[in-house]
């Protein structure tokens, strides 16, 4: 039997938990890179928590992982000022095209036909918005975006299971400054 060509997809990932279940939905069909871009989770410490159980989950996938840690003035001059909205709000929004445009961008680099995020695996946030912002990224690049709904199936759930089978650290906020509060 010969082996399947799967085509290549870059997956922005937020954090190791999240990221479990959406690689491991994707592995069967899709040649799997990981992105690690998030100028929005503070402090500095939780960044370096959630980079290495990002690093951890690329070991136990044999997965390849990206890393970028730009942006992060620039994140903030667009979240600053919506600092007060609530979770899943207009911030939220912002945030999930700013990472969403800069994966786009790396797909294109790294010659990836689709990207994707795991940031739909988790019930805390806007998974309409989040693919929304996806399809409206993809305009401006060559890879075409992948729509999808890693809450299916019991997503989440499985993503905390696979998590502490992998003794990934978890954190217990979205990330940034301002969820934080």
């Known amino acids: 039997m010969v082996d399947k060509i799967k085509p290549k997809l870059l997956l922005h990932i937020c954090c190791g938990p999240c990221?479990?279940?959406a690689a491991k939905c994707l592995l069967d069909d899709y040649e799997v890179m990981l992105f690690f871009y998030n100028p929005n989770i503070w402090p500095v410490e939780e960044w370096l928590k959630r980079l290495a159980a990002a690093q951890q989950l690329a070991e136990v996938y044999n997965l390849p992982l990206l890393v970028d840690n730009s942006g992060v003035d620039d994140w903030l001059a667009i979240a600053e000022p919506l600092a007060d909205e609530p979770e899943k709000g207009r911030r939220c929004w912002q945030c999930y095209e700013w990472r969403l445009r800069q994966t786009a961008q790396r797909a294109d680099q790294e010659q990836c036909l689709y990207f994707a995020t795991s940031l739909t695996v988790s019930p805390y946030k806007d998974r309409?918005?989040?693919?929304?912002a996806g399809q409206r990224v993809a305009e401006a690049v060559a890879a075409q975006y992948l729509?999808?709904?890693f809450q299916q199936n019991n997503g989440y759930q499985r993503s905390i299971e696979l998590s502490k089978q992998y003794g990934l650290y978890r954190q217990k906020y979205c990330g940034c400054?301002?969820?934080?509060?």
């Open 128 to 132: 309409t918005a989040i693919n929304k």
């Open 147 to 149: 729509s999808t709904d």
């Open 19 to 21: 990221a479990t279940w």
């Open 177 to 181: 400054q301002f969820s934080r509060q």
